[in-house]
C-alpha cells in the first residue's frame, strides 16, 4: 500500500505533486487515492479549452496559500495523469496543508 509522502516530491524550489483529475464534479475536492499512488482532484470544470487546468491551478492556490504564477503543470496538459509543480513551498507545508483541509491517509 503506498502513501501520500510518496506522491509529495520535495525539490530545491518547491514540491512536485503527482495527481489525477476527475472534471466536470460537482465541487472540488482532493484526496489520496493509494492504489495509482497519487492525489485525486475534483474540478468542477470541463476538460475542455484547458478550463480544468486553470481550475487546478486556482484550487492549488488557494489550498497552498500561493500565487497561480507559482504553480505549474509540468508533465500531463492534456492528460489527467498530471505531475504539478509548486513553488516556494516545503513538503512540510504541504503535508500540513492537506492536512488541515482534512486529506486522509499517513501524511
Given at each position: ?30 484526496g ?21 487546468n ?41 503535508i ?12
Amino acid at each position: 500500500m503506498t502513501r501520500p509522502l510518496n506522491a509529495i516530491i520535495e525539490r530545491e524550489n518547491g514540491v512536485l505533486l503527482e495527481i489525477e483529475v476527475r472534471p466536470n464534479a460537482k465541487k472540488r475536492a482532493i484526496g489520496f487515492n493509494r492504489w495509482r499512488s497519487s492525489f485525486e482532484v475534483k474540478i468542477d470544470q470541463r476538460a475542455e479549452h484547458g478550463r480544468a487546468n486553470e481550475a487546478i491551478i486556482r484550487f492549488f492556490a488557494d489550498i497552498f496559500s500561493l500565487k497561480p504564477s507559482n504553480i505549474t503543470i509540468i508533465r500531463g496538459l492534456k492528460s489527467r495523469h498530471k505531475t504539478i509543480e509548486l513553488k516556494g513551498i516545503t513538503k512540510e507545508e504541504v503535508i500540513e496543508s492537506l492536512k488541515r483541509i482534512g486529506v486522509s491517509g499517513e501524511i
